[in-house]
């Protein structure tokens, strides 16, 4: 279940929340979401990480914690892309891993290449600046593993807030990310 931290009280039940969350992604073994088309808005689907905040983000958290959420996500994404239905081939399954807010991070299902292009192409658009991040991987800084047919892509989102500040987060799509 997803939650807030509404205090800095110390996270409890960390191991347990991490089965939680073991269970959640395993769920999508052979099961393909039936969403009907109008379902879809904007040719997209996602589900959150289903993690308490702090678990993810802020003090409380660590790298090996994070680590094991990212992978978490991706065996999803992988369990749904070994499921999805030949008749489904145009849609492209991924997992959004956000950094600095992990809290962010999804599972995505994309049904318009036009969309999916606008998340992870380089350029300006509703989503801000973005730009692709070279030389670095979240699978290697993470210690993840990549499943087979599965790549990583990395944007750099640059975006102003209420307050016209600009803000950075990066944005590490993947799944069946490579070009179609």
Request: one cysteine or more; charged letters at 25%.
């Amino acid at each position: 279940m997803r939650q807030l931290a509404v205090s800095d009280k110390k996270l409890r039940g960390i191991p347990r929340r991490l089965r939680s969350l073991k269970k959640w992604s395993e769920s999508y073994i052979s099961n393909f979401p039936t969403i009907a088309d109008e379902d879809y808005s904007y040719g997209y689907w996602n589900v959150k990480i289903p993690v308490h905040f702090s678990l993810v983000q802020g003090k409380q958290t660590s790298r090996n914690i994070q680590s094991y959420c990212a992978q978490m996500l991706i065996n999803a994404a992988y369990d749904l892309y070994q499921s999805k239905p030949a008749d489904k081939d145009e849609i492209r399954v991924t997992c959004s891993i956000v950094l600095p807010d992990m809290f962010s991070s999804e599972l995505c299902l994309f049904t318009s290449e036009e969309y999916f292009n606008m998340h992870t192409q380089p350029g300006n658009n509703i989503f801000g600046q973005l730009s692709l991040l070279h030389g670095r991987s979240l699978v290697k800084d993470f210690n993840l593993e990549l499943p087979k047919g599965f790549a990583e892509s990395g944007i750099l989102r640059a975006c102003e807030n209420d307050e016209g500040e600009i803000y950075l987060s990066e944005h590490w799509y993947i799944g069946e990310v490579n070009k179609k």
